[in-house]
Every structure is written in C-alpha cells, then in structure tokens.
C-alpha cells in the first residue's frame, strides 16, 4: 500500500525533523540578553543648548533589546546641574520646567515632571510590560533653566536601572552613578556642557 507512495509520507517527516532541528537551534543560539548586561545595549543621548537666558538640557533613552528575564520595578534619571560648591546657585525658582516622557511606537504612554535636589533633578519613572506595552525602555526628558549661571557649567546625566520590584527610592544627590544600593542595579552616566552665549 505504501511502496509507490513512500515518498509523500518519508520527506515531510524528513522536512519537519529539519524545520524543528532549526528553531530549535535558532532559540539556543540566538543572542539574548539580561538586565545585567543591559547595559551595554542601551543608547543615552544627552543635548544642551542656550537661548539668551534660558538653557535647555535633552535625553532621549532607546534599549535596543529587551531583557529575557523580563522588566520590573522603577528607572531613574539624575541631571546633575552643579558642582556640590555651587550648589547655592541652584534653587527650584531657576527651574522652568522638568518633564520625562514615555514612548510606544511614536506615541506618548507616560509623563512625569523631575523632583529637584540640592544640585539637580530627579526623574522616577516606571520599567514594566502592561498589556504587551513596554514602560521605561524608550523615553525623553527635558530640563528647562532660567538664568545665565548656568552657561559653561559641566552637567551629568547618569541612568539608573533597576530589575527587581522595590520600594521607591530616594536619592539626596542627582549623580546617581555615586549611590550605592542593596538590590541589583546599573548606572550608565554622560557628560555635557551647558554653551556660553
């Protein structure tokens, strides 16, 4: 009954063996990545720029990956505006605006204004997966400054990232690549220049 049609039966089998052999080589050498070396993937980009009074400091935040071990808990971002020194010359009346938004697929899902400490600003946000929408992976912020003491001031901006769940943090200073944490965590920093008119 099978001789003559041996063939239509024997290569689909043989076909399915390759195409499971396949995948399952694909999954098991496919380059994942976790939220410990997350790091190493993410972009951070951080502008600056000067109107006459007003100065403007910008970040944009993409992972370039998602974490196979999923994402949870809280992000945060320290704009460090000055040195501890100068720190009198940095008060919250000098701070127009402090906004971070987040992003899917081009469209705004989160917003949050920063909380100023004594040398710069902090922004929480959240870093979770809500109905196939990924929290926290791609963001902007803006900071908006009034006052020309600013100009030729060295500022950072350091990205802290967080993968288990975890009560709030509070952070006394902006530089948050300086804290030290009992959970698990990285810090990522860049430095700029606020221009001189």
Not at 60 to 73: N, Q
Not at 77 to 84: F, Y
Not at 134 to 143: A, K, R, W
């Amino acid at each position: 009954m099978f001789r003559g049609n041996a063939a239509v039966i024997i290569l689909p089998l043989i076909l399915m063996g390759f195409i499971f052999y396949g995948g399952y080589h694909y999954l098991n050498t496919s380059d994942q990545i976790t939220n410990e070396e997350l790091d190493s993937v993410v972009s951070l980009v951080v502008e600056t720029s000067s109107n006459g009074n007003k100065q403007t400091i910008s970040g944009s935040w993409d992972w370039k990956e998602m974490p196979i071990d999923g994402v949870v808990g809280q992000d945060y971002i320290g704009v460090k505006l000055v040195e501890e020194e100068n720190q009198q010359l940095v008060n919250s009346d000098y701070i127009l605006s402090s906004k971070l938004t987040l992003r899917h697929s081009g469209k705004e899902i989160y917003e949050t204004n920063g909380t100023f400490v004594f040398d710069g600003i902090i922004f929480e946000f959240p870093n979770e997966v809500q109905e196939h929408i990924g929290y926290g992976n791609l963001g902007t912020f803006e900071i908006v400054l009034d006052g020309e003491q600013f100009a030729g001031n060295e500022i950072s901006v350091s990205y802290l990232h967080t993968w288990v769940e975890h009560d709030g943090l509070f952070f006394e200073q902006a530089r948050l690549s300086e804290v030290s944490l009992d959970i698990d965590y990285w810090t990522i920093e860049r430095f700029t220049t606020i221009p001189q008119q």
